[in-house]
C-alpha cells in the first residue's frame, strides 16, 4: 500500500495538470529504507509529449547524486497519461527499473472530456504489474 500525504498528492496532480496535454513525470523521494514519500521532485518530460515520457539524462544524473548524497531513495515515481487510464503501458513497465518505488500514474483525460481522473499506484517487478491501494493522510 502506498501511503502519502495530502500535500504530496495534491503536488503531484498540479503537476500533471500544468503540463497537459504533455505527459508529466517525476519522483517523489524518501529517506533510505523508510518507505515514506517526502520530497517532492518534479522533473521535465525531455520527451515533451502527450503519449510518452522521458527523464532528461543528465537531470536523471543529477537527481540519483542528490538523492545519494542525502540518504534518499526514489519511493514514488510518478507521471501522467493525457488520453488513457492512469494504467502502465508497455513502454511503462519495460522502464520500471527501481523495484522498491510505487509507480503512481495519473490520468489526465478529464481535461479534454475523455474520461475520469485518476490517480493508481502500481508495483512493476520483472514485468508484472499489480496495483495497489492508496492511503492519503493529513501527515505521517
Not at 539524462?57 to 548524497?69: G, H, T
Not at 492512469?86 to 474520461?115: F, K, M, Q
Request: net charge negative.
Amino acid at each position: 500500500m502506498l501511503t502519502i500525504t495530502q500535500d504530496l498528492y495534491d503536488r503531484i496532480v498540479a503537476h500533471a495538470r500544468e503540463d497537459h496535454p504533455d505527459e508529466a513525470c517525476g519522483v517523489v523521494a524518501g529517506p533510505e529504507g523508510t518507505g515514506r514519500p517526502e520530497r517532492f521532485i518534479p522533473m521535465l518530460n525531455a520527451a515533451r509529449s502527450p503519449t510518452f515520457y522521458e527523464f532528461d539524462s543528465q537531470d536523471l544524473l543529477k537527481l540519483y547524486r542528490e538523492l545519494d548524497d542525502r540518504d534518499e531513495e526514489p519511493v514514488v515515481i510518478y507521471h501522467s497519461h493525457t488520453a488513457t487510464e492512469a494504467y502502465p503501458s508497455r513502454t511503462d513497465i519495460g522502464y520500471a527499473n527501481e523495484p522498491g518505488a510505487h509507480y503512481v500514474l495519473v490520468s489526465t483525460a478529464d481535461a479534454d472530456g475523455l474520461g475520469d481522473f485518476q490517480f493508481r499506484s502500481f508495483r512493476i517487478l520483472d514485468g508484472e504489474v499489480t496495483e495497489e491501494e492508496i492511503k492519503v493522510v493529513a501527515a505521517y
